[in-house]
Protein backbone atom coordinates (compact mmCIF):
# COMPACT_ATOMS: atom_id res chain seq x y z
CA UNK A 1 0.00 0.00 0.00
CA UNK A 2 0.83 3.59 -0.75
CA UNK A 3 1.70 5.56 2.16
CA UNK A 4 0.32 9.04 0.48
CA UNK A 5 -2.39 9.95 -2.43
CA UNK A 6 -1.56 11.30 -5.96
CA UNK A 7 -3.77 12.98 -7.99
CA UNK A 8 -3.03 12.57 -11.05
CA UNK A 9 -3.62 16.00 -13.51
CA UNK A 10 -3.12 16.15 -16.92
CA UNK A 11 -0.23 18.29 -18.56
CA UNK A 12 2.03 17.29 -15.07
CA UNK A 13 5.11 14.75 -15.33
CA UNK A 14 3.91 11.97 -13.61
CA UNK A 15 7.63 11.74 -12.14
CA UNK A 16 6.83 15.26 -10.35
CA UNK A 17 3.77 14.81 -9.57
CA UNK A 18 4.54 11.51 -7.49
CA UNK A 19 7.78 13.40 -5.77
CA UNK A 20 5.21 16.11 -4.95
CA UNK A 21 2.87 13.72 -3.11
CA UNK A 22 5.92 12.02 -1.42
CA UNK A 23 7.36 15.32 -0.31
CA UNK A 24 3.90 16.34 1.16
CA UNK A 25 3.45 13.17 3.32
CA UNK A 26 6.83 13.49 5.11
CA UNK A 27 6.67 17.25 5.78
CA UNK A 28 2.93 17.07 6.68
CA UNK A 29 4.01 13.88 9.21
CA UNK A 30 1.97 11.43 7.04
CA UNK A 31 5.38 9.91 7.08
CA UNK A 32 8.20 10.13 9.62
CA UNK A 33 12.20 9.23 9.26
CA UNK A 34 12.29 5.30 9.40
CA UNK A 35 9.00 4.94 7.88
CA UNK A 36 9.42 2.22 4.84
CA UNK A 37 9.26 3.59 1.74
CA UNK A 38 6.96 1.72 -1.10
CA UNK A 39 9.86 -0.32 -3.43
CA UNK A 40 9.73 0.46 -7.08
CA UNK A 41 7.68 -2.56 -7.90
CA UNK A 42 4.84 -0.95 -5.56
CA UNK A 43 5.16 2.38 -6.49
CA UNK A 44 4.45 1.26 -10.14
CA UNK A 45 1.62 -1.86 -9.83
CA UNK A 46 -0.17 0.53 -7.27
CA UNK A 47 -0.44 4.06 -8.96
CA UNK A 48 -0.61 2.07 -12.37
CA UNK A 49 2.70 3.80 -13.61
CA UNK A 50 5.89 2.62 -15.81
CA UNK A 51 8.23 1.59 -13.47
CA UNK A 52 10.97 3.25 -14.78
CA UNK A 53 8.96 6.23 -13.24
CA UNK A 54 8.67 4.78 -10.08
CA UNK A 55 12.34 3.86 -10.64
CA UNK A 56 13.29 7.86 -11.48
CA UNK A 57 11.19 8.93 -8.47
CA UNK A 58 12.67 6.54 -5.91
CA UNK A 59 16.31 7.32 -7.24
CA UNK A 60 15.24 11.08 -7.28
CA UNK A 61 14.05 11.32 -3.73
CA UNK A 62 17.49 8.96 -2.64
CA UNK A 63 19.35 11.21 -4.52
CA UNK A 64 18.34 14.32 -2.81
CA UNK A 65 18.44 12.70 0.73
CA UNK A 66 14.87 12.58 1.75
CA UNK A 67 15.27 8.88 1.35
CA UNK A 68 17.91 6.31 2.42
CA UNK A 69 18.23 2.42 1.76
CA UNK A 70 19.49 0.71 4.38
CA UNK A 71 20.76 -3.17 3.88
CA UNK A 72 18.08 -5.64 4.70
CA UNK A 73 15.33 -3.16 5.27
CA UNK A 74 15.10 -1.52 2.25
CA UNK A 75 14.10 2.33 1.31
CA UNK A 76 13.33 4.09 4.24
CA UNK A 77 12.45 8.00 5.19
CA UNK A 78 15.48 9.43 6.03
CA UNK A 79 16.22 11.58 8.76
CA UNK A 80 17.78 15.15 7.66
CA UNK A 81 19.64 17.49 9.61
CA UNK A 82 18.07 20.51 10.94
CA UNK A 83 19.02 23.20 8.29
CA UNK A 84 19.21 27.51 9.50
CA UNK A 85 15.73 29.25 8.84
CA UNK A 86 17.60 31.05 6.10
CA UNK A 87 18.79 28.22 4.67
CA UNK A 88 15.14 26.51 4.72
CA UNK A 89 13.66 30.15 3.30
CA UNK A 90 16.17 30.45 0.51
CA UNK A 91 14.79 26.48 -1.50
CA UNK A 92 11.59 28.34 -1.61
CA UNK A 93 12.48 31.26 -3.28
CA UNK A 94 11.76 29.70 -7.06
CA UNK A 95 8.44 28.57 -5.77
CA UNK A 96 7.25 32.40 -4.13
CA UNK A 97 8.28 34.12 -7.08
CA UNK A 98 6.07 31.88 -9.15
CA UNK A 99 3.09 32.31 -6.83
CA UNK A 100 3.82 35.77 -6.63
CA UNK A 101 3.99 36.16 -10.59
CA UNK A 102 0.66 33.91 -11.39
CA UNK A 103 -1.03 35.58 -8.13
CA UNK A 104 -0.60 39.23 -9.98
CA UNK A 105 -1.65 37.61 -13.17
CA UNK A 106 -5.50 36.45 -11.72
CA UNK A 107 -5.52 39.66 -9.59
CA UNK A 108 -5.22 38.29 -6.30
CA UNK A 109 -3.61 40.54 -3.95
CA UNK A 110 -1.34 39.94 -1.07
CA UNK A 111 -4.11 39.42 1.90
CA UNK A 112 -5.81 36.84 0.31
CA UNK A 113 -2.48 35.47 -0.77
CA UNK A 114 -1.21 35.31 3.03
CA UNK A 115 -4.97 33.58 4.21
CA UNK A 116 -4.81 31.35 1.46
CA UNK A 117 -1.17 29.83 2.77
CA UNK A 118 -2.46 30.31 6.45
CA UNK A 119 -5.22 27.49 5.71
CA UNK A 120 -3.01 25.29 3.72
CA UNK A 121 -0.07 25.40 6.60
CA UNK A 122 -2.61 24.61 9.06
CA UNK A 123 -4.19 22.46 7.00
CA UNK A 124 -0.71 20.00 6.99
CA UNK A 125 0.02 20.48 10.61
CA UNK A 126 2.02 24.06 11.28
CA UNK A 127 1.62 25.83 13.74
CA UNK A 128 0.01 29.37 12.50
CA UNK A 129 2.87 31.58 13.75
CA UNK A 130 5.86 29.44 13.95
CA UNK A 131 7.97 27.33 11.86
CA UNK A 132 8.27 23.31 11.39
CA UNK A 133 11.00 23.33 14.49
CA UNK A 134 8.33 25.13 16.85
CA UNK A 135 6.06 22.59 15.86
CA UNK A 136 8.28 19.60 17.26
CA UNK A 137 8.45 18.28 13.54
CA UNK A 138 12.08 19.38 12.59
CA UNK A 139 13.16 21.28 9.52
CA UNK A 140 13.66 19.18 6.53
CA UNK A 141 14.98 20.53 3.40
CA UNK A 142 12.18 19.51 0.52
CA UNK A 143 13.74 19.52 -2.31
Do not use: C
Not at 32 to 58: C, M, Q, W, Y
Not at 108 to 119: M, V
Amino acid sequence: MIPFRVDFRPGLSLHEQVVYAAKKAMISGQMRPGDPFPSVRVLSKELKINPNTAHKVVTYLVTTGLLESRPGIGTVVATLPEASKAERTQLLGREIEQLVVEAKKLGIGLEDILTSISAHWKRLGGSPGGSRAESGRGGRDTR
